[in-house]
């Protein structure tokens, strides 16, 4: 399993694509299209929101989980648009159990994001959190709806009987026509998503049955996980290595491997508490040098010092075996380096993760500096080639973790990363 350990955006599509090589199946379990992984195969660059990024190998089977809220026009669009850059999806399987993003769940995410004005969450406006909210209040609809039109019809005609009224009265928006609805997406998007629409926790278990391999993708990350994030900053689903059981459908004693990805440093989108936020030219520079915009949303990302009290509390939520490093080549320039190792709250210093939301507010990073490398890091790609500062660094996180890095990214490309040490 590959999850995010911070705020998102940590360079798991990379791992991931780099990954899906040796696997037999990809599996997306949670999320939506707030997700945006990037991927640099063969001098292209693949951008991805909801199709697992194994898809640009051809032996992969990439799937949608029953975890994963589905726009389906987003999707549609997704697999033409690499279906035009020379992609092949017709693998792809969409779990029929997965619940739909439809048009209100959107407009909803965009009116209430207004209406907390100043206290605003700064979501991606997708409508993953009024999707998810549907499904936990049980009037939502799902893939396999758009497969059988009655079912389809009044499920929406009911949603509709309530989302209606909020819009126009509540928000002062128009509300949405029955039919017209119901017939775009059982006309357009039914019959283009049927030969995907499949028992995904069936397929994923006969691969696993027939001894083939299968790699879990997390979006976002355990920093933004409803339980487990700096809630209410977080999304709305379990990015958590837990999240991936109920996502995908099976139990923990099949996952034998959990990599938590990092980044050499640490950036947030969105509102949210950031202990070791830098707001001076160091972040500038960071945002510069890592390009840190939002793939889809073009956000410009708030960046900062790595923060190891976040990464020990990943290593215990996830039970990570292993990090994966990404953007080691981002601080090729700085010197020093500094890490967060504890948060000074009111006077007494922490090495694990407050749990009360106030004292995540008022926590003070306490820092460790390292000396820089002041090189180009970016065409290393062993590990014998590392300059002595940048291997302490690396060693250096590994101590604060716990647990091993084996993977080292010094680039976006596909050859670009350093394998760090052997797999525990
Ligand atoms: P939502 O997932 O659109 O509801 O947004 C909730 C929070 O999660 C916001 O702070 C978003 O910026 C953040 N978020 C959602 N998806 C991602 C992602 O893929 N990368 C980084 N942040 C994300």
């Given amino acids: 399993m590959v999850v995010g350990t911070q705020w998102g955006d940590e360079g798991k599509g990379k791992f991931t694509d780099l990954l899906a090589r040796d696997q037999d199946m990809v599996v997306r379990y949670q999320g939506g299209h707030n997700a945006g992984h990037t991927l640099v195969a063969e001098g292209e660059t693949f951008k991805l929101q909801l199709v697992p990024s194994g898809v640009l190998y051809p032996h992969v089977t990439p799937v949608i989980g029953n975890g994963v809220v589905v726009d389906p026009v987003v999707l549609i669009e997704e697999v033409d648009r690499l279906g035009g850059m020379g992609v092949d999806c017709r693998k792809l399987v969409v779990s029929g159990n997965a619940h739909l993003i439809l048009p209100y769940h959107q407009v909803l995410d965009v009116v209430a994001e207004r209406h907390l004005g100043r206290n605003k969450l700064g979501t991606t406006k997708r409508g993953i959190g009024p999707a998810y909210a549907d499904k936990a209040a049980r009037v939502g609809l799902r893939v396999q709806d758009l497969l059988d039109p009655k079912i ?37 998007c039914g019959p283009r998503l049927a030969p995907h629409i499949a028992d995904t926790v069936g397929l994923l278990h006969d691969a696993l049955e027939s001894g083939q391999s299968v790699l879990l993708e997390g979006a976002q990350a355990m920093f933004l996980d409803l339980d487990h994030g700096t809630y209410p900053f977080v999304t709305s689903s379990n990015p958590v290595a837990g999240g991936a059981c109920v996502g995908a459908g099976i139990g923990p004693r099949h996952i034998d491997r959990v990599i938590g990805v990092t980044k050499a440093y640490i950036t947030r989108v969105g509102a949210g508490p950031f202990p070791s936020e830098l707001t001076d030219e160091i972040g500038d520079h960071l945002v510069d040098v890592g390009r840190e915009y939002g793939t889809n949303t073009k ?126």
């Fill in 299 to 424: 956000r410009r990302r708030r960046c900062g010092w790595l923060d190891t009290v976040m990464l020990r509390h990943a290593v215990r939520v996830n039970s990570l075996s292993d990090l994966a490093i990404a953007k080691l080549d981002v601080l090729d320039a700085l010197d020093p380096i500094k890490v967060c190792v504890a948060y000074d709250v009111g006077g007494e210093r922490r090495t694990s993760m407050p749990y009360h939301q106030s004292e995540i507010h008022r926590a003070v990073p306490v820092y460790e500096e390292l000396p820089g490398w002041c090189s180009d890091l970016s065409g290393v790609s062993d590990r014998s080639e590392l300059p002595r500062q940048a291997e302490d660094y690396l060693s250096f996180i590994e101590d604060q973790a716990g647990v091993p890095a084996t993977l080292v990214g010094v680039g976006p490309g596909r050859d670009q990363f350093i394998a760090f040490s052997r797999v525990p």
């Fill in 152 to 188: 389809f019809r009044q499920k929406l005609a009911m949603v509709l009987h309530e989302k209606n009224p909020l819009l126009a009265k509540v928000y002062n928006r128009l509300p949405f026509d029955l039919d017209t609805l119901a017939d775009q997406y059982l006309n357009e």
